[in-house]
């Protein structure tokens, strides 16, 4: 069945550095999520991509799709104690009709 | 409008017991969905409905586990008997459309003594 895997599964950031996580499919994906969860909460929905090489920014946050539509990336700069959480990708398989989710990188931010 | 609203929030119960959670998805939204989360195997679908019929039930783990959604605004899932391998947080989500964006509720938290 389809796969999805996101690393790292842990992420240590200094206060104001960059990081970025990876999220990648066994399938090609018809559109790809990304959720944050914080400690002790409920994922939240962040962004949506469809299409191939699709780039998105929200504020310090870029999103990308991948060409091949299999993988997929968040890149957050200046992190800041407020990113503390859990972010998941989750892709819709091409012509599937649900989503599978990544296990999740955790972001943990030294002040 | 109140998000999807679970309860109860924690339950802790006995093997053995019966569980029973509830959701009540966003209205007007049409898809709901049943995860469950733990540390190993991360966030699972168990089931989820589409205009209250069951679609896809493939990720409930065994005849223990039930789903119903007699209606738009309503839905359980029954664990009977329990054990301790179910302790979890148990979301449930709900959508506008079958593939859009999830809005999850706060969780149960369920723990099998």
């Known amino acids: 069945g389809q796969q999805v895997m996101q690393i790292p599964q842990y992420q240590h950031v200094q206060e104001g550095e960059d990081f970025t996580t990876y999220c990648n499919s066994s399938t090609t994906l018809s559109n790809i999520q990304w959720y944050k969860q914080r400690p002790g909460g409920h994922p939240v929905f962040l962004i949506q991509l469809v299409k191939s090489g699709e780039v998105k920014k929200q504020k310090r946050l870029t999103f990308q799709f991948g060409e091949a539509k299999k993988n997929s990336s968040l890149h957050i700069t200046a992190t800041q104690t407020t990113d503390v959480g859990t972010y998941f990708c989750?892709?819709?398989?091409?012509?599937?009709?649900?989503?599978?989710f990544g296990g999740g990188t955790r972001v943990l931010v030294k002040p | 409008d109140a998000g999807v609203i679970q309860s109860p929030r924690h339950e802790v119960t006995e093997m053995g017991q019966e569980v029973t959670l509830r959701c009540k998805p966003i209205s007007g939204h049409n898809s709901l969905f049943w995860y469950r989360q733990t540390m190993m195997r991360g966030l699972e679908l168990l089931i989820y409905f589409n205009n209250n019929v069951p679609i896809d039930d493939s990720g409930m783990p065994e005849d223990r586990f039930s789903a119903k959604m007699p209606n738009a605004s309503f839905s359980t899932l029954k664990i009977q008997p329990s054990e301790p391998r179910d302790s979890a947080v148990y979301f449930c989500?709900?959508?506008?459309?079958?593939?859009?964006?999830?809005?999850f509720g706060e969780g149960s938290r369920l723990t099998v003594l």
């Open positions: 989750a892709g819709l398989k091409a012509a599937g009709n649900k989503l599978t």
């Open positions: 989500a709900s959508t506008l459309t079958e593939l859009g964006e999830l809005f």
